[in-house]
Nanobody, 127 residues
């Protein structure tokens, strides 16, 4: 059974940093896209970042414009874990953050069309 378990969320002041982790179990995702999405109350789930495999040991990072330059996605295939380093946090980054793995079909990485999802971790940024 595949599981994605997020951790690292919490309460932080504006300008602070958090690092989210997503540990996968049940199978490996080294050749699949892994991504982070977030959902604030009353809003749709939105894309944050993704890491895709480019062959051999090459991985690409993709970011939403709203987090580019502040967030960094990384993966450790040996640990079957993907990370999201979040710096210069803003109150508008407040949301539940979800980890996702393996895109369904040939959909784009920035759409919520992933086969596996974590349960989410709350990130709250105070002003």
């Amino acid at each position: 059974q595949v599981q994605l378990v997020e951790s690292g969320g919490g309460l932080v002041q504006a300008g602070g940093s958090l690092r989210l982790s997503c540990a996968a179990s049940g199978r490996t995702f080294s050749s699949h896209v892994m991504g982070w999405f977030r959902q604030a109350p009353g809003r749709e789930r939105e894309f944050v970042a993704a890491t895709s495999w480019g062959g051999a040991n090459t991985y690409y990072a993709h970011y939403a414009d709203s987090v580019k330059g502040r967030f960094t996605i990384a993966r450790d295939n040996a640990k079957n874990t993907v990370y999201l380093q979040m710096n210069s946090l803003k109150p508008e980054d407040t949301a539940v953050y979800y980890c996702a793995a393996e895109i369904v079909g040939s959909r784009s990485y920035n759409r919520p069309d992933y086969r596996y999802w974590g349960q989410g971790t709350q990130v709250t940024v105070s002003s």
